[in-house]
C-alpha cells in the first residue's frame, strides 16, 4: 500500500513529531512511505531520511496558492497514492481538494489541536471539505469533540491518541545545564516548551512567576520556543522585576537535555490537542505542572501524574509549581507514575498500529486489492 504523509513545514513541532513518528514506523513489508512538504522543509527531514522516507516539497508560496494546489495534484497523480493523509490546516485543506481532483481513494486528515484559533473561514473550508475526507482523526477525545461540533458526521470521526517514543534521557549534570543557561547551580528549575503565541499563555506563567517571587525564591523559568510574543514577554518579564529568574532560550537543539536537568514541566494552555511536551516529559519521568486545557486533562492526571489548575487561575497554578519545588520526593512520585502512564497509553508503536490498521480497514472498504509495499 503507498501511503503520502503531506504537512506544511518539518519544524520541530508537535504536529510534525507525529508525522515523522508514524511515517517511520509504518511497517514496510505492508507500506511504501513517502511524505511531502506543502511550504518548506525544516530538520526533520534528517529523520525522514534516516528511515529511508523521500520527502518532496510542494513549494506554497501565497497564502492562496492555486499554482501549489496544481503541482500537488500532479505530483500526487504521477504518485499513484493508495492513501494520503494530511497534517494541520493549510496542507488539511491543499492536501484535501488536490487528493479528490487526483482521484486518491483513501483520504486521513489528522488535526491535532482543539482549534480555537479559527475564524469563520477557517471553520468553513473544514465544514466544506470534511466530506472529502474518509476519516478525520483527532488526537485526543477533545478534538474529536471540537469537530463534531463543528459539523463532521460521526462516521468520519476517530480518535488515536499520540504516541512517544521510549528513549531514554541524556546523562546530563543538573547543576552544569543550570549555570549553562545563567541560573544558581541549586536552583529549582522549571521548564516551558512551546511557541510563544497566544494559546500557550505565557503571560498567564510570568504572572505566576511574580506571585511566587518572595514565596519560592529559589524558583527559576527556563523558556524554550519562540513565536509572535516574544518581545511583548520579554518586556513583561523585565516590568514584573523577572530578569533573574526567568531565562528566553529561544529555539533550541537540546530539548531532551534541559528536560533531563529539570524539576518540572509546566504547560499554562488555554487550549492543547494532546501536547507533545507533556508526553516527553513524562517518558522522562518528570512531574507536569499545567491548567486544565482541552486535551491537556487526558494526558495528566491531577494529583497523581502532575498538577492540573483551571485556566487562568494564577494562585492554583502557582501553588503547583510552589508544592513541587518544596516536595521533591512527591514530584518524583508524580514524575514516576507519568512515566508508567505513557508508557501504558501514549507509545509510539501504539500510534503507528492504530494508523496502520485505519488505512487497512478504510482500503477494503473501498474495495482496493493493494499489494504489499516493494521490498528493495
Known sequence: ??????????????????????????????????????????????????????????????????????????????????????????????????????????IVTAEMAVDLWKGPIERLVDRRLATYSDRLVGNSNAVVEYYGKLGVPADRLEMIYSGIADEPPPAVDPAAVRTSIGFPHDARLALFVGRLAPQKRVGDLLKTLDLLQHVQPDLRTAIVGDGPLRGSLEKLAGQLDLDEKVRFLGHRDDVPRLMAAA??????????????????????????????????????????????????????????????????????????????????????????????????????????????????
Not at 348 to 362: C, I, P, S, T
Open 263 to 376: 524539576d518540572v514541566v509546566v504547560l499554562p494552555s488555554e487550549y492543547e490537542g494532546l501536547p507533545n511536551v507533556v508526553l516527553e516529559a513524562m517518558i522522562q519521568g518528570k512531574p507536569v505542572v499545567a491548567t486544565a486545557a482541552p486535551g491537556t486533562t487526558e494526558v495528566v492526571v491531577d494529583g497523581v501524574t502532575g498538577v492540573l489548575a483551571p485556566i487562568g487561575n494564577l494562585p492554583l497554578l502557582a501553588r503547583g509549581l510552589r508544592d513541587l519545588a518544596r516536595d521533591p520526593r512527591r514530584a518524583r512520585a508524580l514524575g514516576a507514575a507519568g512515566r508508567e502512564r505513557a508508557l501504558a497509553d501514549f507509545r509510539a508503536d501504539a500510534m503507528v498500529a492504530r494508523f496502520a490498521d485505519l488505512y487497512e480497514r478504510l482500503a477494503a472498504a473501498k474495495g482496493l486489492a493493494v499489494a504489499p509495499a516493494p521490498t528493495a
Open 1 to 106: 500500500m503507498k501511503v503520502l504523509q503531506l504537512i506544511p513545514t518539518l519544524d520541530r513541532s508537535g504536529a510534525e513529531k507525529q508525522m515523522v513518528m508514524l511515517a517511520a514506523g509504518l511497517p514496510r513489508d505492508r507500506f511504501q512511505v513517502e511524505a511531502a512538504v506543502l511550504t518548506r522543509s525544516g530538520p526533520l527531514e534528517a529523520d525522514l531520511a534516516a528511515a529511508g522516507v523521500p520527502v518532496t516539497s510542494i513549494g506554497k508560496r501565497l497564502k492562496v496558492d492555486p499554482f501549489a494546489l496544481g503541482r500537488l495534484t500532479r505530483f500526487l497523480k504521477e504518485g499513484r497514492f493508495d492513501v494520503v493523509q494530511t497534517w494541520i490546516f493549510a496542507a488539511n485543506a491543499y492536501g484535501r481538494l488536490a487528493a479528490r481532483r487526483a482521484g486518491v481513494p483513501v
